[in-house]
């Protein structure tokens, strides 16, 4: 019997939408950014729209961009107002209204933003703003303050300073770089952008945040992956929250990128009513994961203005993870994140297995609700002898003992600066 393909086999409206469009122009990512559909006009002349669209459209015209590519728009069902595509590209009348505790910024990001680019919340780490624009406008977007507006793309001054800053703050080792969707700078502008960060010599690797490969997959060249695998250890984060979402063109897309040697991961957001279930996250994962994508994250909706429509009880997001834990492999199930409102940082929640704990012996529970004892070792000392020895050698400059260079550059924290008093 033949696998499963990685892609939905739901087939796309393009040539309905799109008759006189070649197959060339269709496939050119340029084309798709020109052909954004951006009014009211243009959207009704190509789907029948709600009325709860018509007044969703109206109540967020102001306050948030509209705007999807021809090839994200072809995906959409017609017929039902809860397609996913739909509910994600497509505002209806509960967005206009601001919920109780929902937040403009609801990730503190501009209180930790000492350059117009760095959002600076972690120690070592930081989130480097390249652009404001997007090739679908998502409306569950958290930056939406930013994808709002109209900045553009990061200029020189504002990456000269970003630089300037990393160089400053050499415990800075990871950069992600997101927006907006980075992956819409043109290939000259990325590769610029991508040089400057890896001047700096203590950042280690860059994550590259997008939706491109979901949104607008045709901008994923040959000459994209080999630029970007040219600035290994690179990671692309890409954002798939439905299954349909995992078209033949979406599945080439991140399939040119693993096949050029950059990696791919999958961060998914828990948007209720369009993927709150635990048998369409498994399938999605499980497409993901024949496609060499990792599933990451599941992140619960965070709380911005508007958002309140998406969010999910904490609970169901628990459920989820417990639906799919011991019927399927680990590497299909992501973490659960709850980015904490204000600027808390991420956190991570599970299904609680523990029963009882003892002096003794833990007791668990499994995924059937058996219950099974662990026992506590007698010994309890957990210090690791040969720990000083070891970094007091790779630390070693270049030259002294024979160590790396990359062994030198490693930045790893002084044994008394790490907390030991983090509570299980």
Same mark, same amino acid.
């Given at each position: 019997?033949?696998?499963?393909?990685?892609?939905?086999?739901?087939?796309?409206?393009?040539?309905?939408?799109?008759?006189?469009?070649?197959?060339?122009?269709?496939?050119?990512?340029?084309?798709?950014?020109?052909?954004?559909?951006?009014?009211?006009?243009?959207?009704?002349?190509?789907?029948?729209?709600?009325?709860?669209?018509?007044?969703?459209?109206?109540?967020?015209?102001?306050?948030?961009?509209?705007?999807?590519?021809?090839?994200?728009?072809?995906?959409?069902?017609?017929?039902?107002?809860?397609?996913?595509?739909?509910?994600?590209?497509?505002?209806?009348?509960?967005?206009?209204?601001?919920?109780?505790?929902?937040?403009?910024?609801?990730?503190?990001?501009?209180?930790?933003?000492?350059?117009?680019?760095?959002?600076?919340?972690?120690?070592?780490?930081?989130?480097?703003?390249?652009?404001?624009?997007?090739?679908?406008?998502?409306?569950?977007?958290?930056?939406?303050?930013?994808?709002?507006?109209?900045?553009?793309?990061?200029?020189?001054?504002?990456?000269?300073?970003?630089?300037?800053?990393?160089?400053?703050?050499?415990?800075?080792?990871? /950069?992600? &770089?997101?927006?907006?969707?980075? !992956? *819409?700078?043109?290939?000259?502008?990325?590769?610029? @952008? $991508?040089? %400057? #960060?890896?001047?700096?010599?203590?950042?280690?690797?860059?994550?590259?945040?997008?939706?491109?490969?979901?949104?607008?997959?045709?901008?994923?060249?040959?000459?994209?992956?080999?630029?970007?695998?040219?600035?290994?250890?690179?990671?692309?984060?890409?954002?798939?929250?439905?299954?349909?979402?995992?078209?033949?063109?979406?599945?080439?897309?991140?399939?040119?990128?693993?096949?050029?040697? /950059?990696? &791919?991961?999958?961060?998914?957001? !828990? *948007?209720?009513?369009?993927?709150?279930?635990?048998? @369409? $996250?498994? %399938? #999605?994962?499980?497409?993901?994961?024949?496609?060499?994508?990792?599933?990451?994250?599941?992140?619960?909706?965070?709380?911005?203005?508007?958002?309140?429509?998406?969010?999910?009880?904490?609970?169901?997001?628990?459920?989820?993870?417990?639906?799919?834990?011991?019927?399927?492999?680990?590497?299909?199930?992501?973490?659960?994140?709850?980015?904490?409102?204000?600027?808390?940082?991420?956190?991570?929640?599970?299904?609680?297995?523990?029963?009882?704990?003892?002096?003794?012996?833990?007791?668990?529970?499994?995924?059937?609700?058996?219950?099974?004892?662990?026992?506590?070792?007698?010994?309890?000392?957990?210090?690791?002898?040969?720990?000083?020895?070891?970094?007091?050698?790779?630390?070693?400059?270049?030259?002294?003992?024979?160590?790396?260079?990359?062994?030198?550059?490693?930045?790893?924290?002084?044994?008394?600066?790490?907390?030991?008093?983090?509570?299980?």
């Amino acid at each position: 019997m033949p696998r499963p393909s990685p892609a939905c086999g739901i087939p796309s409206r393009r040539h309905a939408l799109y008759p006189g469009v070649s197959d060339a122009e269709w496939g050119d990512w340029r084309w798709q950014a020109r052909h954004m559909v951006e009014t009211v006009d243009e959207l009704s002349r190509r789907l029948p729209l709600t009325p709860d669209e018509l007044r969703g459209l109206e109540s967020t015209r102001r306050k948030f961009r509209l705007g999807i590519t021809p090839y994200y728009l072809a995906l959409i069902d017609p017929e039902h107002p809860f397609c996913p595509i739909r509910r994600q590209a497509i505002p209806v009348e509960a967005e206009g209204v601001v919920g109780e505790g929902e937040l403009e910024d609801p990730l503190g990001e501009e209180k930790t933003r000492p350059t117009p680019a760095i959002v600076h919340k972690y120690p070592d780490r930081v989130l480097l703003l390249a652009t404001d624009r997007c090739s679908v406008y998502c409306r569950h977007c958290t930056r939406r303050r930013l994808t709002g507006a109209d900045s553009g793309e990061l200029n020189r001054t504002a990456l000269r300073e970003a630089v300037a800053y990393l160089r400053a703050h050499p415990a800075v080792r990871d /950069v992600l &770089v997101s927006g907006g969707d980075p !992956l *819409l700078l043109s290939d000259d502008r990325l590769e610029e @952008l $991508l040089a %400057d #960060l890896t001047s700096v010599p203590t950042v280690e690797m860059i994550r590259i945040g997008s939706r491109v490969p979901v949104t607008c997959p045709q901008r994923v060249t040959p000459a994209l992956a080999k630029l970007l695998r040219a600035f290994a250890p690179l990671y692309v984060i890409t954002h798939f929250n439905h299954p349909r979402e995992l078209t033949p063109e979406a599945a080439a897309a991140v399939e040119t990128l693993v096949d050029a040697g /950059v990696p &791919v991961e999958n961060q998914s957001v !828990l *948007l209720r009513r369009v993927n709150s279930s635990a048998r @369409l $996250l498994l %399938d #999605l994962n499980h497409r993901l994961l024949r496609l060499r994508v990792r599933p990451y994250y599941l992140h619960q909706c965070d709380v911005a203005e508007g958002l309140e429509q998406f969010r999910t009880p904490l609970s169901q997001g628990i459920a989820i993870l417990e639906q799919m834990r011991g019927h399927t492999s680990g590497l299909a199930v992501p973490h659960f994140a709850v980015d904490l409102p204000g600027g808390g940082g991420k956190v991570t929640l599970q299904p609680d297995y523990v029963v009882e704990r003892a002096e003794r012996a833990w007791t668990f529970r499994s995924y059937k609700g058996e219950r099974y004892a662990y026992p506590e070792p007698r010994e309890q000392d957990c210090d690791c002898p040969w720990e000083a020895t070891y970094f007091a050698r790779a630390l070693q400059k270049p030259g002294a003992g024979g160590e790396s260079a990359h062994g030198a550059a490693m930045k790893v924290p002084a044994r008394e600066s790490v907390p030991l008093n983090v509570k299980v």
